[in-house]
């Protein structure tokens, strides 16, 4: 059995994993709308977000899916979560979802897994408070994974929330501009008549193009132990969750920091991926991750399930509504706001 005794006297598991651009030395960092990349300066110099929390949290949650075949990856079969289904072809899943499983996908899916089935499972009342040990048993039973990435289902109620156990980002240090830039052809015809602009796609157009160089780059991971601990589930389920947010940090380290098309990243060494808290933690190997992680799943899957659910609403007029109730809950000053989890 993997030995995990030396996370059980602290709080956080730290990690800090230098990376280096997989070819050459430039990288392209996430950009933000009216931002572009974000660079910051720190007492140390100049630094770049090159991939922020929210996204980190959709990579290491992809890391658990198979894309081939819809479902999670075999090692982590019998985990807890909900496939949407629409006129019998898999449509979508709460592993997924930006929000898991308060996906408009699941809310508004047919029969009463949404309003019947998960809220009394939760034991969910506006009148009462929450029944925090139901909701975290609830979570694990249909999608474990919130209790590792969060979770807000303000759709049933705005005090269901649960934070973050899993975190990571990555950032830049001693960062430099690689200014680039190359022409869109147009074989047919160079020049762009008036009235045929560059938008509509006519005639040979030109674009600048900035990427980054930088003496470190880091991805920062933070395992909140504490919160795990503090669900109150049990050895075996804290077991469970460790492994799991372990499972999905190694196996991106491993191979999937293909972050953009020009932004290829590796770490530095990675067969020591070593914790800067607890000191001396070594990240396992990925096979050893696996063969614990099956383990685990198999000490509770009676705690979890798999469920169902169907989607049947035309796509474009639940769009439209979509925006229509956007819309009035901009209206209504007491309405919750949405928050990252």
Not at 7 to 14: A, H, I, K, P
Not at 142 to 150: E, F, T
Not at 199 to 212: C, I, M, S, T
């Amino acid at each position: 059995m993997l030995d995990l005794s030396s996370l059980d006297t602290v709080n956080r598991l730290l990690l800090t994993v230098p990376l280096k651009p997989l070819q050459g030395d430039r990288f392209q960092p996430t950009g933000f709308p009216s931002l572009g990349a974000a660079t910051y300066q720190t007492k140390d110099g100049p630094k770049l977000l090159v991939e922020s929390a929210q996204s980190m949290a959709n990579r290491l949650e992809a890391t658990c899916w198979d894309a081939a075949t819809n479902k999670p990856v075999t090692a982590l079969d019998g985990i807890s979560h909900v496939t949407v289904t629409r006129k019998g072809a898999f449509l979508t899943d709460s592993m997924l979802e930006a929000h898991r499983l308060n996906s408009v996908y699941i809310e508004r899916s047919q029969g009463e897994f949404y309003t019947k089935t998960l809220p009394e499972a939760i034991g969910a009342s506006k009148e009462e408070p929450v029944d925090r040990k139901k909701f975290i048993e609830a979570l694990l039973k249909y999608d474990v994974g919130c209790l590792i990435h969060g979770v807000f289902l303000e759709s049933i109620d705005g005090r269901l929330r649960i934070a973050r156990a899993l975190s990571a980002f990555i950032e830049a240090s001693g960062i430099q501009v690689a200014p680039s830039g190359g022409v869109k052809i147009d074989r047919v015809k160079a020049t762009k008549d008036e009235g045929k602009t560059s938008k509509e796609g006519f005639g040979n157009v030109p674009f600048a193009r900035d990427e980054y160089v930088a003496d470190r780059i880091d991805c920062h991971i933070n395992l909140d132990l504490a919160q795990i601990r503090g669900y109150g589930l049990g050895d075996k389920v804290e077991r469970l969750l460790i492994l799991l947010a372990l499972y999905r940090v190694r196996k991106l380290l491993d191979g999937d920091l293909r972050l953009r098309t020009a932004c290829d990243l590796e770490p530095v060494d990675r067969d020591n991926l070593v914790a800067t808290r607890p000191a001396g933690f070594k990240l396992p190997s990925l096979g050893d991750l696996e063969s614990a992680v099956r383990e685990a799943i198999a000490e509770c899957k009676g705690l979890m399930k798999h469920t169902p659910v169907t989607f049947e609403d035309d796509l474009t007029k639940t769009k439209d509504k979509k925006k229509k109730d956007d819309d009035d809950s901009a209206d209504d000053e007491e309405s919750d706001s949405e928050t990252d989890e």
